[in-house]
């Protein structure tokens, strides 16, 4: 059976580093499909410019639902978007295979480290709109491959 690794989390939490770890270290011959929030962003091209709240949302909606299209058909998918937003959650729940949400999380300080022009005035993390599985630090000394093996 097919399985959904869904990595969340803000700007610079370390999403994009846990999912290329994760599909490095799969078990199996073949490994997952990945599928990333920026990356996503380009396929869509003039779809994928907004920014607003709107605009998120409708992204982060339709990487979820190709997300749980590819698992039905088979595949294993690692996924890594920020998806802030409930309505994610709400089509995550829908999956007929298991999905795994992690959140990535990050010191305040790294976060302004890694992204400083997006986290100029972030005052700490604010409780996830959706229910995650497992919560992983990026910054307390743990490799992308210590933190996936973790999930396996």
């Given at each position: 059976?097919?399985?959904?690794?869904?990595?969340?989390?803000?700007?610079?939490?370390?999403?994009?580093?846990?999912?290329?770890?994760?599909?490095?270290c799969?078990?199996?011959?073949?490994?997952?499909v990945?599928?990333?929030?920026?990356?996503?962003?380009?396929?869509?091209?003039?779809?994928?410019?907004?920014y607003?709240?709107?605009?998120?949302r409708a992204i982060?909606?339709?990487?979820?639902?190709?997300?749980?299209?590819?698992?039905a058909?088979?595949?294993?998918?690692?996924?890594?978007?920020?998806?802030a937003?409930?309505?994610?959650?709400a089509?995550?729940?829908?999956?007929?295979?298991?999905?795994?949400?992690?959140?990535m999380?990050?010191?305040?300080?790294?976060?302004?480290?890694?992204?400083?022009?997006?986290?100029?005035?972030l005052?700490?993390?604010?409780?996830?709109?959706f229910?995650?599985?497992?919560?992983?630090?990026?910054?307390?000394?743990?490799?992308?491959?210590?933190l996936a093996?973790?999930?396996?």
């Amino acid at each position: 059976m097919s399985r959904i690794f869904w990595i969340t989390g803000v700007a610079g939490s370390g999403k994009s580093s846990l999912a290329r770890a994760l599909c490095e270290c799969w078990p199996g011959a073949r490994p997952p499909v990945h599928l990333d929030g920026d990356r996503w962003r380009e396929i869509l091209g003039a779809l994928g410019r907004g920014y607003e709240p709107d605009d998120r949302r409708a992204i982060g909606l339709a990487l979820a639902r190709l997300t749980l299209e590819l698992a039905a058909q088979g595949l294993d998918v690692v996924t890594s978007t920020i998806s802030a937003h409930a309505e994610i959650g709400a089509v995550l729940e829908q999956s007929t295979v298991p999905v795994v949400r992690v959140r990535m999380l990050a010191a305040v300080e790294t976060l302004q480290l890694r992204r400083p022009h997006l986290h100029r005035d972030l005052a700490g993390h604010e409780p996830w709109p959706f229910v995650v599985d497992r919560e992983l630090w990026s910054d307390r000394g743990e490799s992308p491959i210590e933190l996936a093996e973790q999930l396996r």
